[in-house]
């Protein structure tokens, strides 16, 4: 007879054949369902799986073997027990498994409120999830050909300029450290009047960049007016795609954004924002692939020195 098996994790459904019916992902339902028809050594590293399965998901062959208390060839038995080739595939198989049932968890917990006596666990649970599900909704929704397009003029242009307010100021900041880093004559800028002032003397052949969540900041629609009026290629990213910032810009880029409790949109909307920055960036090094290479190299041995 097996060992009685308390199960702590992984314990989202996501499809409502029969072996889900105890409220387990769909392999562990099945391996719990058959977990006391296996032999003897197959039984154990069930059951070890069935403890841990997040643990069970990282371990070696031989290390989940020892865990057992059964031989390697067990633990291969097992896997084609279940209809996989080799461990590897196993292994894999459960690290999918696992993730799906973690984002479904996610879901789950989107719209609920978190209490002031809520533990750290589900805080963690309820914001992980928001910006997850916000991370992916900006993926599935980037323009890609704006986003080459973007790209490329910011790798030609002979100065681009950055502008937000707030939390979008600070996104700004983060992509002008990565310009900069690559040999792109960069600026952030969160005052009007520095903004308004540079961005009279942009032209043809510059790019003007404005963040905004809303696409409403009365700030950024100047300094990005302005700036279209003096010649520049302007670029906005934003939440909405019909705000006037979106409306009045060259080309726009859009992200998704998840808020809870105590994070409203425009403070949950920075990982999206960067997401999408961190995304244009790679584009750009790879159409600098030589210039970038060599400033990453050089930028790195100019702070050697600095570090501890």
Same mark, same amino acid.
């Given at each position: 007879?097996?060992?009685?098996?308390?199960?702590?994790?992984?314990?989202?459904?996501?499809?409502?054949?029969?072996?889900?019916?105890?409220?387990?992902?769909?392999?562990?339902?099945?391996?719990?369902?058959?977990?006391?028809?296996?032999?003897?050594?197959?039984?154990?590293?069930?059951?070890?799986?069935?403890?841990?399965? =997040?643990?069970?998901?990282?371990?070696?062959?031989?290390?989940?073997?020892?865990?057992?208390?059964?031989?390697?060839?067990?633990?291969?038995?097992?896997?084609?027990?279940?209809?996989?080739?080799? &461990?590897?595939?196993?292994?894999?198989?459960?690290?999918?498994?696992?993730?799906?049932?973690?984002?479904?968890?996610?879901?789950?917990?989107?719209?609920?409120?978190?209490?002031?006596?809520?533990?750290?666990?589900?805080?963690?649970?309820?914001?992980?999830?928001?910006?997850?599900?916000?991370?992916?909704?900006?993926?599935?929704? #980037?323009?890609?050909?704006?986003?080459?397009?973007?790209?490329?003029?910011?790798?030609?242009?002979?100065?681009?300029?950055?502008?937000?307010?707030?939390?979008?100021?600070?996104?700004?900041?983060?992509?002008?450290? =990565?310009?900069?880093?690559?040999?792109?004559?960069?600026?952030?800028?969160?005052?009007?009047?520095?903004?308004?002032?540079?961005?009279?003397?942009?032209?043809?052949?510059?790019?003007?960049?404005?963040?905004?969540?809303?696409?409403?900041?009365?700030?950024?629609?100047?300094?990005?007016?302005?700036?279209?009026?003096?010649?520049?290629?302007?670029?906005?990213?934003?939440?909405?795609?019909?705000?006037?910032?979106?409306?009045?810009?060259?080309?726009?880029?859009?992200?998704?954004?998840?808020?809870?409790?105590? =994070?409203?949109?425009?403070?949950?909307?920075?990982?999206?924002?960067?997401?999408?920055?961190?995304? #244009? &960036?790679?584009?750009?090094?790879?159409?600098?692939?030589?210039?970038?290479?060599?400033?990453?190299?050089?930028?790195?041995?100019?702070?050697?020195?600095?570090?501890?």
């Amino acid at each position: 007879m097996t060992q009685e098996v308390h199960l702590t994790e992984v314990e989202i459904v996501s499809d409502d054949s029969p072996r889900n019916r105890s409220g387990l992902a769909p392999m562990l339902a099945h391996i719990e369902a058959e977990l006391d028809a296996l032999p003897q050594a197959l039984a154990r590293v069930a059951s070890e799986v069935l403890r841990n399965p =997040r643990d069970a998901a990282t371990l070696t062959l031989v290390e989940l073997a020892e865990r057992a208390r059964t031989a390697p060839a067990s633990a291969t038995r097992f896997c084609r027990w279940l209809g996989y080739d080799n &461990y590897r595939m196993f292994r894999a198989a459960l690290a999918t498994e696992i993730a799906r049932a973690e984002q479904a968890k996610w879901e789950s917990d989107l719209g609920q409120e978190i209490l002031p006596d809520d533990p750290p666990d589900r805080v963690l649970e309820v914001v992980a999830g928001a910006d997850a599900l916000a991370i992916q909704g900006t993926a599935a929704q #980037i323009d890609q050909r704006t986003a080459l397009r973007v790209a490329q003029l910011i790798s030609r242009a002979r100065r681009v300029d950055l502008f937000g307010v707030g939390g979008s100021w600070l996104s700004a900041l983060e992509m002008q450290y =990565r310009l900069e880093r690559i040999g792109i004559a960069a600026w952030s800028r969160n005052d009007v009047h520095s903004a308004l002032t540079s961005a009279v003397l942009l032209g043809a052949g510059d790019v003007a960049f404005g963040i905004s969540h809303s696409g409403r900041t009365r700030q950024t629609l100047d300094v990005m007016a302005r700036a279209r009026a003096s010649g520049a290629t302007t670029v906005a990213l934003t939440s909405f795609a019909s705000s006037p910032l979106a409306q009045s810009a060259d080309l726009v880029l859009t992200s998704s954004v998840r808020e809870t409790t105590f =994070r409203p949109e425009a403070l949950a909307a920075r990982h999206s924002q960067l997401l999408v920055l961190d995304f #244009i &960036y790679v584009l750009i090094a790879q159409r600098t692939y030589e210039r970038t290479t060599y400033a990453l190299d050089a930028t790195v041995k100019a702070v050697e020195g600095q570090k501890e």
